[in-house]
Protein backbone atom coordinates (compact mmCIF):
# COMPACT_ATOMS: atom_id res chain seq x y z
CA UNK A 1 0.00 0.00 0.00
CA UNK A 2 1.38 3.53 -0.80
CA UNK A 3 0.19 6.27 1.17
CA UNK A 4 0.61 9.74 0.21
CA UNK A 5 0.93 12.29 3.45
CA UNK A 6 0.15 16.14 3.47
CA UNK A 7 1.35 18.13 6.42
CA UNK A 8 -0.30 17.10 8.87
CA UNK A 9 0.88 13.58 8.92
CA UNK A 10 4.13 12.66 10.17
CA UNK A 11 5.66 9.94 8.34
CA UNK A 12 6.67 8.00 11.36
CA UNK A 13 3.12 6.93 12.15
CA UNK A 14 3.78 4.32 9.53
CA UNK A 15 6.95 2.20 11.15
CA UNK A 16 6.17 -1.62 9.80
CA UNK A 17 4.04 -4.71 8.98
CA UNK A 18 1.34 -6.20 10.09
CA UNK A 19 -0.62 -9.35 8.32
CA UNK A 20 -3.98 -9.14 7.44
CA UNK A 21 -5.73 -12.52 5.87
CA UNK A 22 -6.79 -11.02 2.33
CA UNK A 23 -6.16 -12.21 -0.94
CA UNK A 24 -7.50 -11.19 -4.65
CA UNK A 25 -10.10 -13.47 -4.50
CA UNK A 26 -11.79 -11.95 -1.63
CA UNK A 27 -11.21 -8.28 -1.62
CA UNK A 28 -14.01 -6.53 -2.78
CA UNK A 29 -13.35 -5.23 -6.42
CA UNK A 30 -15.73 -2.93 -7.14
CA UNK A 31 -15.43 1.14 -7.39
CA UNK A 32 -15.18 2.94 -4.39
CA UNK A 33 -16.25 6.90 -4.72
CA UNK A 34 -14.82 7.26 -8.20
CA UNK A 35 -11.95 4.69 -7.71
CA UNK A 36 -11.83 1.97 -10.04
CA UNK A 37 -10.40 -1.00 -8.92
CA UNK A 38 -7.38 -2.81 -11.26
CA UNK A 39 -5.86 -6.45 -10.27
CA UNK A 40 -2.52 -7.20 -11.22
CA UNK A 41 -1.66 -11.16 -11.17
CA UNK A 42 2.09 -10.68 -12.20
CA UNK A 43 2.58 -7.67 -9.07
CA UNK A 44 0.35 -8.90 -6.49
CA UNK A 45 -0.77 -5.19 -6.74
CA UNK A 46 -4.57 -4.00 -6.65
CA UNK A 47 -4.99 -0.67 -7.74
CA UNK A 48 -8.15 1.88 -7.12
CA UNK A 49 -7.23 4.63 -9.96
CA UNK A 50 -7.97 8.14 -8.88
CA UNK A 51 -10.76 9.89 -10.98
CA UNK A 52 -10.87 13.79 -11.64
CA UNK A 53 -13.05 15.19 -8.75
CA UNK A 54 -13.29 11.43 -6.81
CA UNK A 55 -12.61 11.66 -3.27
CA UNK A 56 -12.02 8.85 -0.73
CA UNK A 57 -13.65 10.63 2.08
CA UNK A 58 -17.09 8.12 1.87
CA UNK A 59 -14.87 4.99 3.26
CA UNK A 60 -13.53 6.70 5.87
CA UNK A 61 -16.03 7.17 8.75
CA UNK A 62 -15.05 9.05 12.38
CA UNK A 63 -17.48 7.28 15.55
CA UNK A 64 -20.26 9.03 14.39
CA UNK A 65 -20.20 7.51 11.52
CA UNK A 66 -20.12 10.68 9.23
CA UNK A 67 -17.89 12.12 6.34
CA UNK A 68 -16.97 15.39 8.22
CA UNK A 69 -13.70 14.28 9.76
CA UNK A 70 -12.19 16.29 12.22
CA UNK A 71 -8.43 15.10 13.27
CA UNK A 72 -7.81 17.85 15.52
CA UNK A 73 -10.43 16.45 17.94
CA UNK A 74 -9.75 14.06 20.59
CA UNK A 75 -13.22 12.46 20.65
CA UNK A 76 -12.88 11.35 16.97
CA UNK A 77 -12.10 7.63 16.32
CA UNK A 78 -10.70 7.34 12.71
CA UNK A 79 -11.12 4.50 11.25
CA UNK A 80 -9.74 2.57 8.11
CA UNK A 81 -11.87 -0.42 6.38
CA UNK A 82 -11.61 -3.14 3.57
CA UNK A 83 -14.91 -4.65 2.62
CA UNK A 84 -13.78 -8.23 2.47
CA UNK A 85 -16.41 -10.64 0.12
CA UNK A 86 -17.31 -12.53 3.65
CA UNK A 87 -16.49 -10.08 6.18
CA UNK A 88 -15.27 -6.89 7.26
CA UNK A 89 -12.02 -6.20 8.86
CA UNK A 90 -11.12 -3.35 10.74
CA UNK A 91 -7.40 -2.63 9.75
CA UNK A 92 -6.89 0.58 11.96
CA UNK A 93 -8.60 2.37 14.63
CA UNK A 94 -6.51 4.95 16.06
CA UNK A 95 -3.78 2.45 16.08
CA UNK A 96 -5.92 -0.48 17.40
CA UNK A 97 -6.57 -3.51 15.41
CA UNK A 98 -10.39 -5.06 16.33
CA UNK A 99 -12.57 -7.12 14.10
CA UNK A 100 -16.33 -5.54 13.56
CA UNK A 101 -19.18 -5.18 11.21
CA UNK A 102 -19.30 -2.01 9.75
CA UNK A 103 -20.15 -2.10 5.52
CA UNK A 104 -17.21 0.18 5.23
CA UNK A 105 -13.28 -0.52 5.19
CA UNK A 106 -11.00 2.74 6.26
CA UNK A 107 -7.40 4.18 6.29
CA UNK A 108 -7.06 5.40 9.41
CA UNK A 109 -6.96 9.59 9.59
CA UNK A 110 -8.68 11.96 6.98
CA UNK A 111 -4.92 12.89 6.08
CA UNK A 112 -4.18 9.94 4.58
CA UNK A 113 -4.84 8.83 0.97
CA UNK A 114 -4.65 5.53 -0.38
CA UNK A 115 -4.06 4.45 -3.66
CA UNK A 116 -2.73 1.22 -4.33
CA UNK A 117 -3.15 -2.45 -2.27
CA UNK A 118 -0.27 -4.61 -2.42
CA UNK A 119 -1.39 -8.47 -1.98
CA UNK A 120 1.35 -11.07 -0.65
CA UNK A 121 0.30 -14.76 -0.92
CA UNK A 122 -2.58 -15.07 0.72
CA UNK A 123 -1.81 -11.84 3.07
CA UNK A 124 -1.82 -8.03 2.94
CA UNK A 125 0.97 -5.44 4.79
CA UNK A 126 -0.15 -2.89 6.85
CA UNK A 127 1.21 -1.52 9.73
CA UNK A 128 1.14 1.65 12.37
CA UNK A 129 3.53 2.65 15.59
CA UNK A 130 1.14 1.06 18.13
CA UNK A 131 -0.50 -2.02 16.40
CA UNK A 132 3.45 -3.07 15.62
CA UNK A 133 5.78 -2.69 18.66
CA UNK A 134 6.04 -6.09 19.50
CA UNK A 135 6.59 -6.96 15.54
CA UNK A 136 8.67 -4.26 14.81
CA UNK A 137 11.02 -5.61 18.17
CA UNK A 138 10.45 -9.20 16.59
CA UNK A 139 12.10 -7.98 13.18
CA UNK A 140 14.87 -6.04 14.40
CA UNK A 141 15.61 -9.49 16.71
CA UNK A 142 15.32 -11.28 13.44
CA UNK A 143 17.54 -8.82 11.46
CA UNK A 144 19.90 -9.12 13.92
CA UNK A 145 19.82 -13.31 13.89
CA UNK A 146 20.59 -12.96 10.27
CA UNK A 147 23.48 -10.85 10.94
CA UNK A 148 24.65 -13.03 13.07
CA UNK A 149 24.17 -15.94 10.57
CA UNK A 150 25.94 -14.16 7.98
CA UNK A 151 28.34 -13.23 9.65
CA UNK A 152 29.09 -17.21 10.95
CA UNK A 153 28.87 -18.53 7.11
CA UNK A 154 31.14 -15.83 6.18
CA UNK A 155 33.18 -16.40 9.40
CA UNK A 156 33.85 -12.96 10.11
CA UNK A 157 35.05 -11.75 13.14
CA UNK A 158 32.62 -8.43 14.01
CA UNK A 159 29.53 -7.11 11.65
CA UNK A 160 28.85 -3.87 11.58
CA UNK A 161 25.49 -2.18 11.17
CA UNK A 162 23.79 1.17 11.28
CA UNK A 163 23.09 2.04 15.11
CA UNK A 164 24.95 -1.56 15.93
CA UNK A 165 26.95 -4.31 15.91
CA UNK A 166 26.86 -8.25 16.18
CA UNK A 167 29.96 -10.62 16.93
CA UNK A 168 29.37 -13.94 16.45
CA UNK A 169 33.11 -14.60 18.31
CA UNK A 170 34.98 -15.99 15.04
CA UNK A 171 38.01 -14.41 16.83
CA UNK A 172 38.47 -12.98 19.76
CA UNK A 173 39.06 -8.76 18.56
CA UNK A 174 35.48 -7.87 20.20
CA UNK A 175 36.12 -8.57 23.23
CA UNK A 176 38.55 -5.96 25.39
CA UNK A 177 41.18 -8.52 26.90
CA UNK A 178 43.10 -5.81 28.84
CA UNK A 179 43.58 -6.27 32.79
CA UNK A 180 40.85 -5.21 35.19
CA UNK A 181 38.29 -5.43 31.91
CA UNK A 182 36.74 -9.22 30.76
CA UNK A 183 37.64 -11.71 33.56
CA UNK A 184 37.12 -15.54 34.51
CA UNK A 185 36.47 -16.36 30.68
CA UNK A 186 37.15 -19.19 28.36
CA UNK A 187 37.51 -18.50 24.44
CA UNK A 188 36.72 -22.22 22.19
CA UNK A 189 37.97 -21.00 18.76
CA UNK A 190 36.62 -24.73 17.42
CA UNK A 191 33.35 -24.10 17.79
CA UNK A 192 33.35 -19.76 18.36
CA UNK A 193 32.06 -19.16 21.83
CA UNK A 194 32.79 -17.73 25.66
CA UNK A 195 32.16 -19.58 28.42
CA UNK A 196 33.20 -18.83 32.15
CA UNK A 197 36.45 -20.44 33.31
CA UNK A 198 36.80 -23.45 35.73
CA UNK A 199 38.37 -24.26 38.80
CA UNK A 200 40.36 -27.72 38.42
CA UNK A 201 42.11 -29.81 40.93
CA UNK A 202 44.78 -30.54 38.99
CA UNK A 203 43.77 -31.89 35.63
CA UNK A 204 42.66 -29.38 33.24
CA UNK A 205 43.13 -28.90 29.39
CA UNK A 206 47.25 -28.63 29.95
CA UNK A 207 47.32 -32.12 31.75
CA UNK A 208 49.34 -34.00 28.97
CA UNK A 209 49.15 -36.94 30.98
CA UNK A 210 47.76 -38.21 34.40
CA UNK A 211 48.06 -41.79 35.96
CA UNK A 212 46.21 -42.12 38.97
CA UNK A 213 47.04 -45.59 38.79
CA UNK A 214 44.18 -47.11 40.36
CA UNK A 215 42.51 -49.94 39.61
CA UNK A 216 42.15 -53.58 41.34
CA UNK A 217 45.02 -55.70 43.15
CA UNK A 218 47.83 -56.96 40.16
CA UNK A 219 45.84 -55.27 37.15
CA UNK A 220 48.26 -54.33 34.58
CA UNK A 221 45.62 -51.44 33.19
CA UNK A 222 47.23 -47.96 33.64
CA UNK A 223 44.80 -45.25 32.49
CA UNK A 224 45.91 -41.94 31.41
CA UNK A 225 42.91 -39.36 32.99
CA UNK A 226 44.37 -36.62 30.97
CA UNK A 227 42.17 -35.14 27.94
CA UNK A 228 44.27 -36.74 25.18
CA UNK A 229 44.20 -40.01 26.87
CA UNK A 230 47.57 -41.82 26.13
CA UNK A 231 47.94 -45.56 25.59
CA UNK A 232 49.63 -46.97 28.20
CA UNK A 233 51.28 -50.60 28.31
CA UNK A 234 53.19 -52.37 31.50
CA UNK A 235 56.02 -54.59 30.50
CA UNK A 236 57.60 -57.03 32.74
CA UNK A 237 55.86 -57.68 35.60
CA UNK A 238 54.91 -53.92 36.26
CA UNK A 239 51.23 -53.82 37.92
CA UNK A 240 48.93 -51.94 40.23
CA UNK A 241 49.05 -53.11 44.22
CA UNK A 242 45.91 -51.87 46.29
CA UNK A 243 47.88 -52.86 49.49
CA UNK A 244 49.88 -49.79 49.35
CA UNK A 245 49.13 -46.34 47.74
CA UNK A 246 49.11 -42.86 48.49
CA UNK A 247 45.52 -41.78 46.96
CA UNK A 248 42.87 -43.45 45.44
CA UNK A 249 42.71 -47.90 45.46
CA UNK A 250 46.24 -48.79 44.48
CA UNK A 251 49.87 -47.46 43.54
CA UNK A 252 52.40 -48.83 40.15
CA UNK A 253 54.52 -50.62 41.15
CA UNK A 254 57.64 -52.10 39.92
CA UNK A 255 59.91 -54.83 41.59
CA UNK A 256 63.17 -53.52 40.08
CA UNK A 257 63.85 -56.80 38.20
CA UNK A 258 63.34 -55.12 34.44
CA UNK A 259 58.97 -53.86 34.88
CA UNK A 260 58.10 -50.58 33.38
CA UNK A 261 55.70 -48.33 31.65
CA UNK A 262 55.49 -47.27 28.02
CA UNK A 263 53.25 -44.92 25.98
CA UNK A 264 54.10 -44.28 22.29
CA UNK A 265 56.07 -40.95 21.22
CA UNK A 266 53.43 -37.99 21.17
CA UNK A 267 54.08 -34.22 21.10
CA UNK A 268 53.20 -33.82 24.76
CA UNK A 269 56.34 -35.02 25.59
CA UNK A 270 58.48 -34.51 22.64
CA UNK A 271 58.02 -30.44 22.83
CA UNK A 272 58.25 -30.54 26.57
CA UNK A 273 61.66 -28.60 26.53
CA UNK A 274 61.35 -26.45 23.10
CA UNK A 275 61.39 -23.36 24.53
CA UNK A 276 63.61 -21.20 27.19
CA UNK A 277 59.81 -19.33 27.99
CA UNK A 278 57.44 -21.61 28.43
CA UNK A 279 56.93 -23.44 31.73
CA UNK A 280 56.70 -27.17 32.23
CA UNK A 281 56.00 -29.45 35.45
CA UNK A 282 56.49 -33.26 35.95
CA UNK A 283 54.82 -34.62 39.50
CA UNK A 284 54.72 -37.63 41.64
CA UNK A 285 54.66 -39.31 44.21
CA UNK A 286 57.05 -42.49 44.72
CA UNK A 287 57.93 -44.90 47.73
CA UNK A 288 61.09 -46.86 47.46
CA UNK A 289 60.52 -50.83 49.04
CA UNK A 290 63.88 -50.72 50.72
CA UNK A 291 65.19 -47.28 51.03
CA UNK A 292 68.68 -47.66 50.01
CA UNK A 293 68.54 -46.60 45.82
CA UNK A 294 71.06 -47.85 43.13
CA UNK A 295 71.09 -46.46 39.76
CA UNK A 296 67.42 -46.27 38.74
CA UNK A 297 65.64 -44.36 36.22
CA UNK A 298 62.53 -42.95 36.96
CA UNK A 299 61.22 -41.97 33.64
CA UNK A 300 63.12 -41.46 30.42
CA UNK A 301 61.77 -40.02 26.85
CA UNK A 302 64.16 -40.72 23.98
CA UNK A 303 64.00 -40.27 20.37
CA UNK A 304 67.15 -42.04 20.30
CA UNK A 305 70.74 -42.88 22.12
CA UNK A 306 71.66 -39.15 21.48
CA UNK A 307 68.77 -37.28 21.67
CA UNK A 308 66.73 -38.16 25.16
CA UNK A 309 65.74 -36.31 28.86
CA UNK A 310 65.94 -37.98 31.70
CA UNK A 311 64.81 -37.90 35.60
CA UNK A 312 67.10 -40.93 37.27
CA UNK A 313 68.66 -41.15 40.67
CA UNK A 314 72.50 -41.85 41.21
CA UNK A 315 73.32 -40.33 44.90
CA UNK A 316 70.75 -38.44 44.87
CA UNK A 317 67.93 -37.10 41.86
CA UNK A 318 69.38 -36.06 38.36
CA UNK A 319 67.90 -34.27 35.53
CA UNK A 320 70.08 -34.42 31.85
CA UNK A 321 68.81 -33.70 28.67
CA UNK A 322 70.80 -34.81 25.88
CA UNK A 323 71.15 -33.05 22.33
CA UNK A 324 73.13 -34.67 19.43
CA UNK A 325 75.06 -36.63 22.18
CA UNK A 326 75.90 -33.38 24.51
CA UNK A 327 74.43 -33.09 27.72
CA UNK A 328 72.94 -29.52 27.41
CA UNK A 329 71.16 -29.05 30.46
CA UNK A 330 72.32 -31.11 33.97
CA UNK A 331 70.86 -30.66 36.99
CA UNK A 332 73.48 -32.88 39.87
CA UNK A 333 72.56 -34.78 42.51
CA UNK A 334 73.50 -33.35 46.09
CA UNK A 335 72.85 -34.01 49.28
CA UNK A 336 69.67 -32.84 49.72
CA UNK A 337 68.11 -35.10 46.80
CA UNK A 338 69.13 -37.82 48.88
CA UNK A 339 66.33 -40.82 50.23
CA UNK A 340 66.89 -43.33 52.74
CA UNK A 341 63.77 -44.26 53.81
CA UNK A 342 60.70 -45.98 52.62
CA UNK A 343 58.32 -43.41 53.25
CA UNK A 344 56.16 -41.64 50.30
CA UNK A 345 57.50 -38.99 49.08
CA UNK A 346 56.69 -35.71 46.49
CA UNK A 347 58.62 -35.08 43.36
CA UNK A 348 58.19 -32.27 41.58
CA UNK A 349 60.56 -30.84 38.48
CA UNK A 350 59.80 -27.67 37.68
CA UNK A 351 60.42 -25.35 34.48
CA UNK A 352 59.47 -21.88 34.70
CA UNK A 353 61.35 -20.15 32.09
CA UNK A 354 64.52 -21.14 31.61
CA UNK A 355 64.83 -21.71 35.45
CA UNK A 356 64.65 -24.85 36.68
CA UNK A 357 64.37 -26.62 40.39
CA UNK A 358 63.82 -29.47 41.49
CA UNK A 359 61.58 -30.53 44.42
CA UNK A 360 61.01 -32.85 47.89
CA UNK A 361 58.26 -32.49 49.45
CA UNK A 362 57.54 -28.91 48.22
CA UNK A 363 60.86 -27.56 49.41
CA UNK A 364 62.84 -27.03 46.37
CA UNK A 365 66.58 -28.81 46.70
CA UNK A 366 68.13 -28.11 43.52
CA UNK A 367 68.33 -25.23 40.83
CA UNK A 368 69.57 -24.80 37.84
CA UNK A 369 69.44 -21.52 35.37
CA UNK A 370 69.34 -23.23 31.56
CA UNK A 371 71.07 -21.23 28.42
CA UNK A 372 71.35 -23.43 25.37
CA UNK A 373 69.00 -26.08 26.29
CA UNK A 374 66.09 -26.09 23.96
CA UNK A 375 64.94 -29.79 22.19
CA UNK A 376 62.43 -30.69 20.00
CA UNK A 377 62.57 -34.63 20.01
CA UNK A 378 60.14 -36.71 17.22
CA UNK A 379 59.42 -40.56 17.71
CA UNK A 380 60.17 -40.53 21.35
CA UNK A 381 58.22 -42.53 23.74
CA UNK A 382 58.04 -42.35 27.49
CA UNK A 383 59.58 -44.98 29.63
CA UNK A 384 58.59 -45.04 33.27
CA UNK A 385 60.63 -47.06 35.61
CA UNK A 386 63.25 -48.07 33.35
CA UNK A 387 66.61 -46.52 30.84
CA UNK A 388 66.48 -46.09 27.28
CA UNK A 389 67.35 -49.31 26.76
CA UNK A 390 64.50 -50.92 28.52
CA UNK A 391 67.28 -53.44 30.97
CA UNK A 392 69.32 -50.87 32.41
CA UNK A 393 68.34 -48.56 35.70
CA UNK A 394 65.15 -50.51 36.48
CA UNK A 395 63.05 -48.56 39.62
CA UNK A 396 62.39 -50.43 42.55
CA UNK A 397 59.55 -48.98 44.32
CA UNK A 398 55.97 -47.76 44.18
CA UNK A 399 54.55 -44.36 42.06
CA UNK A 400 51.36 -42.80 42.43
CA UNK A 401 49.74 -39.91 40.54
CA UNK A 402 52.34 -39.60 37.63
CA UNK A 403 51.26 -36.21 36.11
CA UNK A 404 52.66 -34.29 33.07
CA UNK A 405 51.73 -30.84 33.11
CA UNK A 406 52.56 -27.89 30.69
CA UNK A 407 52.59 -25.05 32.68
CA UNK A 408 53.40 -24.22 36.16
CA UNK A 409 50.33 -25.46 38.15
CA UNK A 410 52.21 -24.75 42.09
CA UNK A 411 53.46 -21.15 41.33
CA UNK A 412 56.66 -22.04 41.77
CA UNK A 413 59.84 -19.69 41.71
CA UNK A 414 63.09 -21.52 41.48
CA UNK A 415 66.37 -19.75 42.41
CA UNK A 416 69.64 -20.20 42.96
CA UNK A 417 69.70 -20.15 46.89
CA UNK A 418 66.99 -23.26 46.81
CA UNK A 419 64.84 -21.04 49.21
CA UNK A 420 61.06 -21.40 46.78
CA UNK A 421 58.76 -23.58 48.30
CA UNK A 422 55.48 -25.61 46.63
CA UNK A 423 52.27 -26.28 48.47
CA UNK A 424 52.24 -30.62 48.32
CA UNK A 425 48.76 -31.73 46.98
CA UNK A 426 46.63 -32.79 49.63
CA UNK A 427 44.75 -36.18 47.68
CA UNK A 428 44.10 -37.21 44.10
CA UNK A 429 44.20 -34.98 40.68
CA UNK A 430 40.76 -33.85 39.68
CA UNK A 431 39.14 -32.32 36.95
CA UNK A 432 36.64 -29.26 37.30
CA UNK A 433 35.64 -28.90 40.97
CA UNK A 434 34.02 -25.15 40.20
CA UNK A 435 32.49 -22.57 37.40
CA UNK A 436 34.01 -19.14 37.85
CA UNK A 437 31.47 -16.05 37.56
CA UNK A 438 32.53 -14.50 34.28
CA UNK A 439 32.47 -10.79 32.98
CA UNK A 440 32.81 -10.41 29.43
CA UNK A 441 33.11 -6.86 27.94
CA UNK A 442 32.92 -5.56 24.29
CA UNK A 443 35.60 -3.06 22.86
CA UNK A 444 34.12 0.09 21.89
CA UNK A 445 31.69 0.83 18.98
CA UNK A 446 31.19 4.65 18.17
CA UNK A 447 27.86 6.14 17.98
CA UNK A 448 27.25 9.11 15.63
CA UNK A 449 25.26 10.85 18.21
CA UNK A 450 24.66 9.91 22.17
CA UNK A 451 22.54 7.50 22.31
CA UNK A 452 19.28 7.39 24.75
CA UNK A 453 18.28 3.86 24.82
CA UNK A 454 20.20 0.82 23.38
CA UNK A 455 19.17 -2.72 23.16
CA UNK A 456 21.55 -6.45 23.41
CA UNK A 457 20.51 -9.47 22.00
CA UNK A 458 22.85 -12.71 23.37
CA UNK A 459 22.89 -15.93 21.62
CA UNK A 460 23.38 -17.88 24.71
CA UNK A 461 23.18 -21.94 25.60
CA UNK A 462 22.61 -23.23 28.65
CA UNK A 463 25.15 -26.09 30.20
CA UNK A 464 23.08 -25.39 34.18
CA UNK A 465 19.68 -23.92 34.28
CA UNK A 466 20.26 -20.10 34.28
CA UNK A 467 17.72 -17.76 35.99
CA UNK A 468 17.51 -14.41 33.65
CA UNK A 469 18.50 -11.44 35.71
CA UNK A 470 20.14 -13.51 38.13
CA UNK A 471 22.76 -16.31 37.11
CA UNK A 472 23.48 -14.03 33.98
CA UNK A 473 23.11 -10.40 33.51
CA UNK A 474 23.44 -7.52 30.20
CA UNK A 475 24.54 -4.61 30.52
CA UNK A 476 24.95 -1.48 27.97
CA UNK A 477 27.45 1.64 28.57
CA UNK A 478 28.00 4.90 26.31
CA UNK A 479 30.67 6.50 27.74
CA UNK A 480 33.34 3.21 27.15
CA UNK A 481 32.63 1.42 30.65
CA UNK A 482 32.55 3.86 33.00
CA UNK A 483 29.07 3.47 34.12
CA UNK A 484 26.51 1.00 32.72
CA UNK A 485 22.84 0.64 32.79
CA UNK A 486 21.51 -3.06 33.61
CA UNK A 487 19.25 -4.31 31.03
CA UNK A 488 16.32 -6.81 31.87
CA UNK A 489 16.85 -9.56 29.81
CA UNK A 490 13.87 -11.88 28.53
CA UNK A 491 13.44 -15.13 26.55
CA UNK A 492 13.06 -14.69 23.25
CA UNK A 493 13.03 -18.65 21.98
CA UNK A 494 15.41 -20.98 20.65
CA UNK A 495 17.68 -19.93 17.76
CA UNK A 496 19.00 -23.59 16.95
CA UNK A 497 18.00 -26.72 19.36
CA UNK A 498 19.42 -25.82 22.91
CA UNK A 499 20.46 -22.31 21.73
CA UNK A 500 17.80 -19.67 23.13
CA UNK A 501 17.78 -15.62 21.93
CA UNK A 502 18.14 -13.62 25.32
CA UNK A 503 17.35 -9.43 24.43
CA UNK A 504 16.67 -6.50 26.16
CA UNK A 505 16.45 -3.04 26.01
CA UNK A 506 17.05 -0.23 28.55
CA UNK A 507 16.76 3.83 29.30
CA UNK A 508 20.23 5.30 28.80
CA UNK A 509 18.93 8.18 29.88
CA UNK A 510 18.47 7.64 33.05
CA UNK A 511 20.39 8.99 36.30
CA UNK A 512 24.06 7.89 36.47
CA UNK A 513 24.55 7.04 32.58
CA UNK A 514 27.39 9.06 31.52
CA UNK A 515 28.23 10.12 28.48
CA UNK A 516 32.01 10.47 26.65
CA UNK A 517 33.49 11.98 23.35
CA UNK A 518 32.20 10.03 20.56
CA UNK A 519 29.77 8.16 22.14
CA UNK A 520 31.66 5.16 22.96
CA UNK A 521 29.27 1.55 22.73
CA UNK A 522 30.03 -1.05 24.79
CA UNK A 523 27.78 -4.33 26.17
CA UNK A 524 28.76 -6.48 29.32
CA UNK A 525 27.98 -10.07 30.22
CA UNK A 526 27.94 -11.31 33.63
CA UNK A 527 27.73 -14.74 34.98
CA UNK A 528 26.63 -15.33 38.98
CA UNK A 529 25.88 -18.28 41.29
CA UNK A 530 29.02 -20.49 39.24
CA UNK A 531 26.58 -21.58 36.94
CA UNK A 532 27.90 -22.65 33.68
CA UNK A 533 26.90 -21.14 29.89
CA UNK A 534 28.16 -21.19 26.08
CA UNK A 535 27.84 -17.85 24.34
CA UNK A 536 27.65 -17.51 21.06
CA UNK A 537 27.57 -14.45 19.93
CA UNK A 538 26.19 -11.17 20.71
CA UNK A 539 25.08 -7.68 19.22
CA UNK A 540 24.67 -4.18 20.43
CA UNK A 541 21.91 -1.90 19.17
CA UNK A 542 21.52 1.87 20.17
CA UNK A 543 19.26 4.17 19.58
Same mark, same amino acid.
Given at each position: ??????????????????????????????????????????????????????????????? /????????????????????????????????????????????????????????????????????????????????????????????????????????????????????? &???????????????????????????????????????????? +?????????????????????????????????????????????????????????????????????????????????????????? +?????????????????????????????????????????????????????????????????????????????????????????? &?????????????????????????????????????????????????????????????????? /?????????????????????????????????????????????????????????????????????????
Amino acid at each position: MSVERNTRVRATQIKSIFPVDLDSTNVLATAMDGYVPTYDEATGKFTWAEQTGGGIQSIIKDA /DNDTSVDVEKTSDIDKIYFKTAGQEQLVLEDGALLPITNDDISLGNTNYKFKELYLMPSALYLGTTNITENIFNRNEINIVLNAFRIAINGSLSRLSMVDGVVDEFEDETGIDQTTG &QSENYLYESTDDYYEPSREYGGIDTDTKLMLHCNGTNDSTTFTD +SSDTGHTVTAYGDAKLKTTTKKWGTASGYFDGTGDFLKTPSHSDWENFFDSNTSDRTIDFWFKHSTGSFGNEDIFTVDQDGSNFYRMYYQ +SGFRIDVVSGGSNILAIPASASTQISDTDWHHFAYIKVGNDYGIYIDGDQKSHLIGDNDTMTLTSAPLRIGIYVNESSNPYNGYIDEFRI &QYGNPFEASPNVGDTDTITVPTGEYSGVTGVDNMTLISTDDNAEATPSSGRIVLFEEDVDSLTLNT /DIKGYISRDGGVTWAQVTLADEGDYENGKRILTGTVDLTQTGIGTATGNPMRFKVETLNEKDMKLHGASLLWD
